[in-house]
């Protein structure tokens, strides 16, 4: 979760694969976001990797992995490096690339490669991916938009402006 929930109005859900295209053109949307509305909105990421991108999975592993050892900011450290790294084609960040995401977000990279090397997390990518699917999402980069006072929902699919949320955040938190 990038910012805080307990003081936000509306959570963005990001539903997103480390080697999406679409995904990576989204970054900077995202970060638009956080940084127009602060403690406003939360933005929480949720893996979806796509089968089609081989690494997308190991990628969204090593999330979890950085996550487990070195905490939140260890996550988005690692989020943002293979964001900024890959050509998201599917193999656009090499998977032996991993541990030095790692050692950038100041995680132990000895812990990590174990972490990941286990595949312990395997299942909870699958299952979150699962959940963004009962949850309507069918592609990435798939957000949601709750308004956290009043529990309702927007769906936005796609690599989209800023400035569709932008209208979408403003009215929740208008409403709220």
Known sequence: IRGDLSKAQVALIEYSDFECPFCKRHFPTMQ?????????????????????????QKEAEAGRCAFEIGGNDAFWKVHD????????????????QLPV?????????????????????????????????????NGTPGNILLDLKTQKSQLISG??????????????????
């Open 32 to 56: 638009q976001v956080v940084s127009t509305y602060g403690d406003k909105v939360a933005v929480v990421f949720r893996d979806f990797p796509l089968s089609f991108h081989q690494n997308a």
């Open 81 to 96: 490096y293979i964001f900024d790294k890959t050509t998201s084609n599917g193999i656009g960040f090499p998977l032996d």
């Open 101 to 137: 995401a790692a050692k950038e977000a100041g995680v132990n990279v000895a812990k990590f490669q174990t972490c990941l090397d286990s595949g312990k997390y395997a299942k909870t990518v699958t299952d979150e991916m699962a959940g963004g699917s009962s949850a309507g999402v």
């Open 159 to 176: 690599a989209v402006p800023f400035s569709s949320f932008q209208s979408a955040i403003d009215a929740m938190l208008k409403i709220g």
